[in-house]
């Protein structure tokens, strides 16, 4: 850990060496290669960063040398980039296919990709029909492999086509090797960022993000925050981030989104919903991330403000995944399921690999008991990202509601990996763990969820029932009264489990000859319609116990002399001169 402290430092150290005027300068080049090879969303977060130092000048570029053989394939060029824009990618392919410079080439393989693609999306049917758009294959991507991969052999692809490559890898499921290429794009072609988010889509854990040999570039900070954002790692990114505003980006919308989805992630919704209505202000028909806007909404069951959000989404763009996402979330607020799934289909029309949809059509799914249906979305879900927590989570509780308890068990581990200090996934494993008998994995799962912070306050009272349930009354009594001293303090719901937490500590106290405590405890007990009468058995029981210590202590009653037989009456008989009982008709 320390190693990996000092390497940020060091980054952090780097990228304040480079001046922002050379920054600029970077960023307008980005725009200019990444806009001449259609990499449109690079084009647009280049442009964006470039925006947010608009009162920067940027330095003097370097003089470009000019491509005698690139201007010789102009026409072919022009002509094939007009087709791609577009969006004619047969055509674009064909126009450029015997051109040798390299901006030419990579249009026309990325041309030939792409085409694949959208034939592979055309042929898919409608979601969750019975052929699951995984089984559709590219079937341009191994030639494209063969080809490139001969290319990269003789060392003639530059860090764009080496970026294609990687991403050809990635779709083939060849996971190493389209590491080691991307790392080799990136190291050729800093500034263009989607080879950036190509990698870190498939970092798994921050060992493997600090191992990974990384050009010293300024574009590696902010690289280093999404991956931490996307591994969940989000007080890292935060900080990461922090940083970035500081060093002179802090119009920038980019850095805004992220801080706010940063947030979101560590459920502290009343800051990120501030920051994502800052982010409408600042930019006002901006759609992006709106999805996750919407999701805080409806979880603080904010349904004027979703409402009017879903109206301002469709006014701006009907047609975008994120309207659809939002329009989704808002039926569902209002517990119109069938319509929330209409709309996260429609999302998935748009866009087959759009994540977020997946994973709440599969909640959607939950709530109107289609468990096949909710499998297989989230099982698309996970095929879209792995590191989607949610869908590992729905697919755990799934099968939970369908008591396969093992499989549960598995889900639920996944989950609770990719959030290892998320209570709500190590409760789910608890419980898991307790239906399958294995009490203390159980007990650590509850005790860990009550250490790193209890989000739903179900560990304590867990972890109590399962020492009570082994008889080890000590330790449940010390989780128990833990319990309601918190929900005490917290002001929680009266719920039936502080009834019996009530009743166990007033037992309790009873066997330690603790009357005092047993007797505040079943006052409490009386409370709960649960636990009212047994609350009144343990009041009259103490009353009778001090009754009898009274007596037992009091000189007056002792034998006068030494010869008087003791009193056979038996002990739960009111004596002359005990205290009267407690009047219980007064306690509801």
Known sequence: MASSTSSMLSMSEDIRIVSLPNIKRDLLLAIKQCNARGLLHSVKWAAELSYALSSIK???????????????????????????????YDRASYFVAKCKNPTAYFLHMYARYLSGEKKKYDEMPDPLGHLEHTDLKNESLKTLRIELSQ?????????????????????????TEAVKILVESVRKAPLHWGGWLELSSLVSDKVMLMNLSLPNHWIKEFFIAHTFLELQM??????????LKEMGFYKSVYL???????????????????????????????LDNMDIYSNLLYVKEMKPELGYLAHKCVEIDKYRVETAHVIGNF?????????????????????????????LMGHEYMEMKNTSAAIQAYRQAIDVNRRDYRAWYGLGQTYEILKMPFYCLYYYKQAQQLRPNDSRMLVALGECYEKLERIQEA???????????????????????????????????????????HAEIMGSIETEDRGHAYLFLANYHIKN?????????????????????????????????????????DPSNKPESTNQQPSTANENTPLKGSVVPMDLSVIP
């Open 234 to 243: 989000n007080e890292e990114a935060l900080k990461m981030y922090s940083n």
């Open 331 to 359: 039926y569902s607020l209002r517990s119109q399921h069938e319509k929330a799934v209409l709309y996260f289909q429609r999302a998935l029309k748009l866009n087959p690999q759009y994540l977020a949809a997946w994973t």
């Open 151 to 175: 290319k990269h052999s003789k060392d003639e692809l530059d860090g764009y086509c080496m970026y294609l490559y990687g991403v050809v890898l990635k779709k083939l499921g060849l996971f």
């Open 513 to 553: 000859n603790q009357l005092e405590e047993a007797s505040t405890y079943a006052h409490k007990c009386c409370l709960y319609n649960e636990t009212k009468e047994e609350g009144k058995s343990i009041l009259r029981q103490i009353s009778n116990l001090r009754a009898t210590s009274e007596v037992a202590t």
């Open 443 to 485: 007990k650590k799962c509850y005790w860990r969820a009550y250490s790193v912070g209890d989000v739903e306050d179900q560990a304590l009272i867990k972890l109590a029932k399962v020492h009570e349930n082994l008889k080890e009354d000590d330790q449940a009594a010390t989780f128990y009264t833990k319990f309601v001293e």
């Open 256 to 286: 805004k989104a992220e801080i706010a989805i940063a947030t979101h992630n560590m459920r502290d919704a009343d800051i990120a919903v501030p920051l994502f209505a800052e982010l409408q202000e600042a930019d006002p028909y901006m």
């Open 58 to 88: 940027a330095s003097t570029p370097k003089e470009e040398e000019i491509d005698s053989e690139f201007l010789k394939e102009l026409d072919e060029y022009t002509l094939s980039k007009s087709y791609f824009d577009l969006k004619e």
